[in-house]
């Protein structure tokens, strides 16, 4: 068991990283949060220097703030999100350098029930449709995954999510300096998808 309320600095492993998110996940979904680490005590005791025990890739959406559903507070997340978990260059180096300059043992991808951008890909795709300037930028990336998804049993945007999820993990794992990371085994990088209804965060890849 991890005691979140430790207060110094040191970096968990990937294993306890990823058990410190379900513990937090827990105590959100049972509406016992502990909001740690949101006081002054804890700003002044990271104001010199950060490291964050997990870094997550989400999803813009106003209804999955990292730091909420999984109880945690100042200094412990590294979080990058653009709309639909889309990588471009800057979240790639953003999460590089998470990995390689402050050691961050786990990147958490993380999708989301009923997502608003794989909904406007979806829509977009099959109205033969153009998005609209750089929105055409988020289609492009999760056209894939609608690809990916194409036939399969179930719910469609449900099941594009979590194409989605999976093919962006696999994207990290290609890059070069994680790929060198996850090689030494100094990173993780896993995918999870969210419920808007229920707030838990299941692991799916
Ligand atoms: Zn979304």
């Not at 590089?96 to 961050?104: H, M, R």
Request: proline content about 3%; overall charge negative; glycine content about 10%.
């Amino acid at each position: 068991m991890t005691n979140i309320n430790n207060s110094n600095l040191s970096i968990l492993t990937a294993d306890a990283a990823l058990e410190r998110l379900a513990e937090g996940n827990q105590s959100f979904m049972a509406g016992k949060m502990k909001s740690p680490h949101q006081n002054e005590e804890r700003r002044k005791e990271i104001a010199a220097g950060q490291k964050p025990f997990a870094a997550v890739l989400g999803c813009a959406d106003s209804r999955v703030p990292p730091e909420i559903i999984f109880d945690c507070g100042l200094g412990d997340l590294f979080i990058v999100r653009s709309a639909g978990q889309v990588i471009d260059r800057a979240v790639l180096g953003s999460l590089e350098l998470g990995v390689v300059e402050l050691g961050i043992p786990l990147i958490l991808v993380l999708g989301h029930s009923n997502c608003g951008a794989v909904k406007e890909t979806l829509e977009v795709l099959e109205g033969h449709a153009h998005a609209h300037d750089q929105i055409a930028a988020l289609v492009e990336g999760i056209k894939p995954a609608v690809e990916a998804a194409s036939g399969k049993q179930g719910d469609k945007v449900d099941n594009v999510v979590r194409a989605n999820v999976e093919l962006i993990v696999q994207q990290l794992k290609n890059t070069p300096l994680l790929a060198e990371a996850l090689n030494n085994g100094r990173v993780k990088i896993v995918g999870a998808r969210y419920d808007l209804q229920t707030g838990m965060v299941d692991i799916i890849v």
